[in-house]
């Protein structure tokens, strides 16, 4: 596999959140939308399994509208799972979940039997943007519920609506190829665990195969048709003038211009995975 990525610690992560998670109603995985199933964690899936889940595919903003709207159908049409699309710019983003998180544990709620949700997420996919919205005025002192230490965040979202943060960290964990290249391709990975010609290499290859207006329009090419993701890397070099001595493109260069350019946004509104072809890069991982 040629994305390696164990930073450690998950051990540790996974005993706290299975101890939380006996107290909670809610579970809700915070997503990238750009890469719905690459940024999920799938020891979460297994951990959380009869729990009713939220999925909330953030960063929507930047990720391609026709295809958050697939993968908001392809969560919903799971068991007990609800999803919502989100991202910084929503306004009232406490509302939309507290009536996703009502929607999936109807029998809870009110003063005498809070609803309780647990948010977790990998890094990067803007956790903490979204609590710190949602907390100002409404960070409460964790109380003694067991297995929450102090310091720990809990936000009140309603008066019976009670949101935890995930203990720990919860790193992503690659079982699938492509999901690799997604998450060093989103800046979820360290930049020392990856080669960066590479993940541009992967990127350009999605982007001719998907977004072809969306890449010619961003490095002013004019004609992609039949080229080789390196081709296209070595036209954007020159374009760009990441140039070496000697006329020799500085593909090293190239390569960060491609990766910064897809992680800001300047290439468009971009998804990296649709849910079917999740579905195969999964089975072939299987097969491995
Ligand atoms: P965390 O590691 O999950 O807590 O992620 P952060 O909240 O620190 O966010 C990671 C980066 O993503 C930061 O640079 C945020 O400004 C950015 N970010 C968070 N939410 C959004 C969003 O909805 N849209 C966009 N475009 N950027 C976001």
């Known amino acids: 596999m040629a994305i390696q990525w164990f930073p450690g610690h998950m051990n540790k992560a996974r ?82 979940l507290v009536a996703a998180c009502r929607e999936l544990a109807p029998n809870r709620g009110g003063l005498d039997k809070p609803l309780r949700v647990l948010i977790c997420g990998i890094p990067n996919v803007g956790k903490s943007t979204l609590i710190n919205s949602m907390s100002s005025r409404k960070i409460a002192k964790t109380g003694n519920m067991p297995g929450v230490t102090k310091n720990e965040q809990r936000i009140i979202l309603a008066d019976d609506v009670e949101l935890y943060d995930t203990p720990g960290m919860l790193w992503p964990k690659i079982e699938v190829e492509e999901g690799g290249y997604n998450l060093a391709a989103s800046g979820a990975v360290g930049r020392n665990a990856m080669d960066e010609e590479e993940v541009s290499l992967e990127l350009l290859k999605y982007l001719l195969q998907h977004y072809v207006p969306e890449l010619t329009a961003r490095y002013k090419l004019d004609e992609v048709d039949g080229l080789q993701d390196w081709q296209v890397l070595e036209m954007i070099g020159r374009k760009r003038g990441a140039m070496l001595g000697g006329g020799r493109v500085n593909i090293q260069k190239a390569a960060e211009i491609v990766l910064t350019d897809f992680r800001d946004g300047n290439t468009g509104r971009i998804t990296l995975e649709r849910p079917q072809e999740w579905v195969v890069w999964e089975k072939r991982a299987k097969e491995l």
Do not use: C, F, H
């Open 15 to 96: 005993k706290d959140v299975m101890e939380r998670l006996k107290e909670i109603d809610v579970v809700i995985e915070m997503l990238d939308a750009r890469l719905p199933a690459s940024s999920a964690n799938p020891m979460l899936a297994r951990m959380a399994k009869g729990k009713p889940r939220l999925m909330i595919l953030n960063k929507q903003d930047l990720a391609d509208p026709a295809i958050t709207s697939q993968w908001l159908e392809w969560y919903r049409a799971k068991k007990q799972t609800q999803a919502i699309g989100l991202d910084a710019g929503e306004r009232a983003p406490s509302q939309k």
